[in-house]
């Protein structure tokens, strides 16, 4: 019988150190679980566990099949589709593919090619047009629409921005309504608004903020004309700009931000360098003072543009200042109502000051109240329409005048050569609307002009030698041609003709001038030629080469020599406010000398010298009669067409002998007008 094996115990080792502390430290952690656990709240836990209930099985959308034999078969989806994850592992290697796939089409984004210039502008111009067509057909509720734009515009690429402007453009000009959109903040906090209404103030408020970003492109898109000049091919984008705020301007001028408007093109006129953007700029700002009733708009323009140029200490193109000509000031409108009455139509004061009585037309107690409200509706209109008053328009002309008036005298001050022109004829202009009070002191400015003038033509040859290469040319006689004009225009604008006695003006200095240059100005080469005419320079002169014409469209200053002095000579012997003071030595003076002078001038002058004495034999035939009798002279002496004075000449004591000479002229037009003046003439004598 065999022996049971030996049964082996297991020994357990010592207890060491460690061990011990471990199962001290394993008491302590269960200790302090079991004091936490008498703080913990299980009804709450409960409550905001989830319950747990049956999944919903995955609805089978397949289709039955019907088998051969009758019965119907459902099918089910494959079971790739709704198997679920048996295990961790499965999820976390899947996991695992799921990010290593986001990883690879990550990669993929950032790989893909770049779509071709052509294909975004194409895209852009789609865009466009789908947003533009939004906004056209309902504003109202597309309001972030207008974000979406400026959006697109930020691309890179020249042509999408220019395409983007231009968009705009015609979107903004449908969009902005006919008034001018006030800010929220002066609207009442607690103000209770109707539905419609708030939703027309939020359209309102994304117009003017997208339209204030607009603006704000078009400035510095403009700002960079300067550094794109002759880069790229076609139409730069600064063009682009100007042109879209000189439309913007000249179409909704009432809108908001007109202000910023107006400084991009006045910011474009400061340049010298005259580019069909600058006749842009022009034409703009001419349409803006031609068309604008209202006086603040051109007063906002002329005060910018008088700060422009007192910055650039006035060294800006001539056609610049010449668009004050084109202002409506206080002449151009009429029909105005009296400030010390009241005007009625249909004759409403009757013969003996009272108002007739008429006949109260019979209304119902509704058509009162329908009357009632349309005169409330009306009284609203116009003050959303913003009609000013003439007092408020003639404020704002009077502080236009003031500035106008400022720049024109800091010019004749300064001696601008060539801005002289067009502040002359701007004062002849306005010369009707200058106070009496400042006669004297412009009719003094004007004197020294032409002082400086006449100075100027003795010492041509020491200012040849000392002039500046680029230093523009002046014409000395024009501008005292110029300066006459304007001081007789002054005295005809208004009645100070009438008053010459207590405001002290003499214009005795114009008039001795005026005659003084008659013979020069007959032996000038260009008397026939304008400011702004085309003619070859003189190869012997040393500065032609740098003397430039502007031959470019220009609608002031364009009176030849000729011209200004046929104006100047109608002022002196034929003023229309006095036409029979003219005193007979003045006359009988003018009327030699002119004879004299038509000797030397061309023919087309020699003819306006002719009809002009025709129409001074006309009117004073009787006063210079005596000039063409040989036979009885009324004066002793000697005839001196050099005196210094038109009185001390001795006109009396010579007679016409320049109508012998002139009847065997070449031009058939000036012998017929020599006749015409003796026929005249032998006729006064009868």
Known sequence: MASRPTKKRKLTPPQSDDEGASRKSSSKIQKSFLVNAANWDLEQDYETKARKGKKKEKENTRLPL??????????????DDLRSLESDDDWLEGGEDESEDEERKGKRVEEKPEIPEHQQILEAKEELAKIALMLNESPDENGGAFKALAKIGQSKIPAIQKLTLATQLAVYKDVIPGYRIRPVAEDGPEEKLSKDVRRLRTFEQSLIAGYQAYVRDLTRYAKTARHQEGKGQGQSIASVAITCACTLLTTVPHFNFRGDLIKILVGKLSTRHIDEDFNKCLSALETLFKEDEEGRPAMEAVSLLSKMMKAKEYQVNESVVNLFLHLRLLSDFSGKGSK???DRSNGAVGPNGKKPKVKKEFRTKRERKQIKEQKALQKDMAQADALVSHEERDRMEGETLKLVFGTYFRILKLRVPHLMGAVLEGLSRYAHLINQDFFGDLLEALKDLIRHSAAS????????????????IRNPSREALLCTTTAFALLAGQDAHNARADLHLDLSFFTTHLYQILFPLSLNPDLELGARSLHLPDPDKPSSHTATTNTKSNKVNLQTTTVLLIRCLTAILLPHWNIRSVPPLRLAAFTKQLATASLHMPEKSAQAILALLADVGNTHG????????TEERKGDGTFNPLSESVESSNPFAATVWEGEILRRHYCPKVR???????????????
């Open 457 to 472: 033509e003795d010492d041509v040859e020491e200012e040849k030698e000392d002039e500046d290469e680029e230093a523009p």
């Open 340 to 342: 010390d009455s009241v």
């Open 66 to 79: 019907k088998l051969p034999g009758g019965r119907v078969q459902h099918v089910s989806a494959p079971a």
């Open 672 to 686: 017929e007008g020599v006749k015409i003046v003796e026929k005249i003439l032998s006729s006064a004598e009868r």
């Open 622 to 629: 009787r006063k210079i009669a005596a000039l063409w009798n």
